[in-house]
């Protein structure tokens, strides 16, 4: 079983939608949460990260920990065309520095 | 101006040649990694360099061996290709530090190269 889980997809919605996107992992010791989003044949970019358990938002996006399900969810209100991507979560330690668990990452298409 | 640059992006050998990929970054990060993305996506961290020192090595064959001549650039060779070895191979950078929200040592990754060995 893989330390972090995530639904590959691919998930296909109308543009506007919210989109859910979300991760389950087993170690109770992550404490950094991270979104990361890759267009095809590029790097993954950073788009959220989350300390500990709660809430962060910035723009349409959402971030959302809940430590105690270990369960993340990254939210997408209004979706666009241009958030087509594959979107990644990853978690670590508090100690193990820069090495990040990821997930499969699932791919969205929003369709105009 | 691209902060984490990969060379070269696309790069397509015969089984058991040798080859290097070559990573530099601008950001000033005192941290650097080589991850590894196969078919399905999945990510997965080889090496990481703080400061030109190996803090991070995962279980890869020996064939694979990074090297740090300095805290802005991170090359990796790989001997023997094997059919095994096709992946993206992703280099990133990151500033160590930083406690509780303030510590999440951000990761910027490169573009990423596509090694495809026939």
């Known amino acids: 079983q893989k330390e972090v889980e995530q639904d590959p997809g691919p998930l296909s919605v109308p543009e506007g939608a919210i989109v859910s996107l979300n991760c389950t992992y087993s170690n109770s010791a992550f404490q950094y949460f991270m979104w990361y989003r890759q267009y095809s044949r590029k790097g993954p970019e950073l788009l959220m990260y989350?300390?500990?358990?709660g809430n962060k938002e910035d723009g349409r996006f959402t971030a959302q920990v809940d430590k105690s399900s270990k369960y993340i969810s990254l939210f997408i209100r209004d979706s666009q065309p241009s958030d087509s991507a594959t979107y990644l979560c990853?978690?670590?330690?508090?100690?193990?520095?820069?090495?990040?668990?990821f997930g499969q990452g699932t791919t969205l298409q929003v369709k105009p | 101006d691209t902060a984490v640059s990969q060379t070269p992006k696309y790069l397509v050998t015969q089984m058991g040649n040798d080859k290097s990929i070559k990573c530099e970054q601008n950001l000033g990060h005192d941290t650097m990694y080589w991850y590894k993305q196969d078919s399905k996506k999945f990510l997965k961290i080889m090496f990481s360099y703080n400061n030109k020192e190996l803090i991070i090595n995962e279980t890869v064959p020996n064939r694979f061996s990074p090297k740090s001549p300095d805290k802005a650039h991170l090359n990796l060779h790989i001997n023997s290709l094997e059919l095994g070895d096709s992946a993206v191979y992703f280099c990133?950078?990151?500033?160590?530090?930083?406690?509780?929200?303030?510590?999440?040592?951000?990761?910027?990754f490169g573009a990423g190269s596509r090694l495809t060995v026939l």
């Open positions: 990133a950078s990151s500033q160590e530090g930083g406690q509780g929200d303030s510590g999440a040592n951000v990761l910027t």
């Open positions: 990853a978690m670590r330690r508090a100690s193990n520095t820069g090495k990040l668990i």
């Open positions: 989350t300390y500990s358990s």
